[in-house]
Nanobody
Framework: QVQLVESGGGLVQAGGSLRLSCSVSVSVSRFSAMDWYRQAPGKQRELVAGINSGGSANYGDSVKDRFTISRDYGLNTLDLQMNNLKPEDTAVYYC???????????WGQGTQVTVSS
């Protein structure tokens, strides 16, 4: 059974950093793509960053040059390094993984990130 469990969220001041980690119950090599999404109150869930099986990463425009996504095949984690955090980064952050075709999708339960001004 595939389980994704996020950790690393919390409260940080603007300009600070946090590192989110998504622990996966199976080998991350099983997934063609893994992503971080976020959802702020009253807003739709949006893609923050994604990484495919080849290691290519893509980022939302609002986080480019501040966030870095990485996949650790040894620890079976998906990580998100977040630097220079802004109040508008406040949201619940979700880990997402996609496997096979048609794709099976898996979601974590989310971790809260709050950035104070």
């Amino acid at each position: 059974q595939v389980q994704l469990v996020e950790s690393g969220g919390g409260l940080v001041q603007a300009g600070g950093s946090l590192r989110l980690s998504c622990s996966v119950s199976v080998s991350v090599s099983r997934f063609s793509a893994m992503d971080w999404y976020r959802q702020a109150p009253g807003k739709q869930r949006e893609l923050v960053a994604g990484i495919n099986s080849g290691g290519s990463a893509n980022y939302g425009d609002s986080v480019k040059d501040r966030f870095t996504i990485s996949r650790d095949y040894g620890l079976n984690t998906l990580d998100l390094q977040m630097n220079n955090l802004k109040p508008e980064d406040t949201a619940v952050y979700y880990c997402h993984a996609r496997q096979g075709w048609p794709p099976h999708e898996f979601w974590g339960q989310g971790t809260q990130v709050t950035v104070s001004s």
